[in-house]
C-alpha cells in the first residue's frame, strides 16, 4: 500500500491493483466498498429483490473476471455499474419480475394504517411506471435519479453520448410524468 493517510480513490486504486494481481481479499473489499450501490442501481431496475441480489452477484462475478482488463481512467465504480446494469439487463430477458409480498416494508409505527396503505400504493405505482419504461430510458433514470451519477458518469457507465443520455433521460421523466398524472392530480 502506498500511504497510511492515502486518499479514498488512492486506497481503491491499490485495492484494484492488488485485485489485478489476483488477490482476492482486496477484491472482496472492492465488493464490500460498491456492493450496496450496485444492488440499488440493479434493484430499481427490475423492482425484485431476489433479482437485483442474483444479478449484483453476476455483476461482481464479471467484475472479476474482467478485472485484469479494466484500466483505471475512468472510475471504478462507473465500470462496475455498468456491468451490473447489463447483468439486470440479462436477469431481465431471463425472468419477468414478481413481487413478493413478504418482501414489502411493514407501515411505519407513526403513520395511520390509511397512510401507510396510501404510501405503499404511490411507492407500488411509481415503481410500476419505472418498470414500463423502456430498459434504455430506465437504466438512465435509475443511475440519475436513484444513484444520483452526473451525465457524464451515466454516459461513461453505459458508453453512450452525454446527448443521448439527456435525451433518453428526458425521454424517461415524460412517460412518467404522463403515466402518474392521474395520481400527482388527485394529491
Not at 18 to 35: S, Y
Not at 86 to 97: C, G, S, T, Y
Not at 141 to 165: F, H, M
Request: proline share 6%; charged share 25%; glycine share 2%.
Amino acid at each position: 500500500m502506498r500511504n497510511p493517510v492515502a486518499s479514498p480513490l488512492d486506497a481503491e486504486l491499490d485495492l484494484i491493483l492488488a485485485a489485478q494481481k489476483g488477490d482476492r481479499q482486496a477484491f472482496g473489499e472492492l465488493v464490500r466498498i460498491h456492493r450496496e450501490g450496485v444492488v440499488n442501481v440493479v434493484y430499481r431496475m427490475c423492482s425484485d429483490a431476489e433479482l437485483a441480489e442474483d444479478a449484483a452477484q453476476e455483476a461482481f462475478m464479471r467484475a472479476w473476471h474482467h478485472l485484469p482488463r479494466y484500466q483505471p481512467r475512468t472510475p471504478f465504480r462507473n465500470w462496475v455499474y455498468r456491468i451490473a446494469t447489463n447483468a439486470a439487463l440479462d436477469v431481465l430477458r431471463r425472468d419477468k419480475p414478481t413481487v413478493d409480498i413478504d418482501e414489502l416494508p411493514l407501515a411505519a409505527q407513526h403513520r395511520s394504517p390509511e397512510a401507510a396503505v396510501e404510501a405503499n400504493e404511490q411507492t407500488d405505482t411509481v415503481q410500476q411506471a419505472v418498470m414500463m419504461l423502456p430498459p434504455a430510458s430506465r437504466t438512465v433514470l435509475v443511475l440519475r435519479e436513484y444513484q444520483e451519477l452526473s451525465y457524464k458518469e451515466i454516459a461513461d457507465v453505459l458508453d453512450i453520448p452525454i446527448g443521448t443520455v439527456m435525451s433518453r433521460l428526458n425521454y424517461a421523466r415524460k412517460a412518467l410524468l404522463e403515466t402518474l398524472k392521474p395520481m400527482l392530480e388527485a394529491q
